[in-house]
């Protein structure tokens, strides 16, 4: 894959997660914070473990130590997006500049548990633009629980609108 194509899947994302904040505004705090059983609890669970993996993945691209985030770490949806939009700012940077034959390359990183890997790196960026989809499937599954239709985030919605635009 290359830089271009990756940059399309990182737009998206950003659409994405940007369309789900808006429709997750609505929600009533109880709704929002709501234990639904599932891996995260609730959409507040949820949309912090998305941001808390993508800021994850962030720091080892661009070398820096990890930090997980919490659920109690950001208690409410503006502390969520406040966090989301720093770490947009630093993807967006990383995509700017990285170049093709970085893409293409292996990227060593150590996970939680102390084991090495080393995926091309792009491969790696990928995952995360797929784990993101993953989870918001979860959230909106969540909303769909407590009455409320969620907001359509499938790729084609947005290659759609991206080609209605040009």
Avoid at 43 to 64: E, F, M, P, Q, Y
Avoid at 76 to 99: A, C, G, P
Wanted: aromatic fraction near 12%; hydrophobic fraction near 40%.
């Amino acid at each position: 894959m290359n830089k271009k194509e990756l940059q399309l899947f990182f737009e998206y994302d950003a659409w994405a997660d940007r369309l789900f904040f808006e429709s997750s505004a609505a929600l009533s705090g109880e709704q929002y914070c709501r234990d639904h059983g599932t891996s995260f609890g609730s959409i507040h669970g949820t949309l912090v473990h998305i941001l808390s993996a993508n800021c994850i993945w962030s720091a080892r691209w661009n070398k820096r130590t990890p930090i997980p985030l919490k659920p109690e770490d950001l208690t409410v949806l503006e502390s969520v997006k406040k966090q989301w939009n720093t770490y947009r700012l630093d993807i967006d940077n990383l995509l700017r500049t990285i170049s093709e034959e970085a893409l293409q390359s292996p990227f060593p990183y150590t996970d939680f548990k102390g084991t090495v890997h080393a995926q091309t790196l792009w491969l790696q960026m990928l995952h995360k633009v797929n784990h993101s989809s993953y989870h918001r499937g979860q959230a909106a599954a969540m909303m769909r629980m407590i009455g409320v239709k969620p907001v359509g985030t499938d790729f084609i919605n947005y290659a759609r609108i991206m080609e209605n635009n040009e």
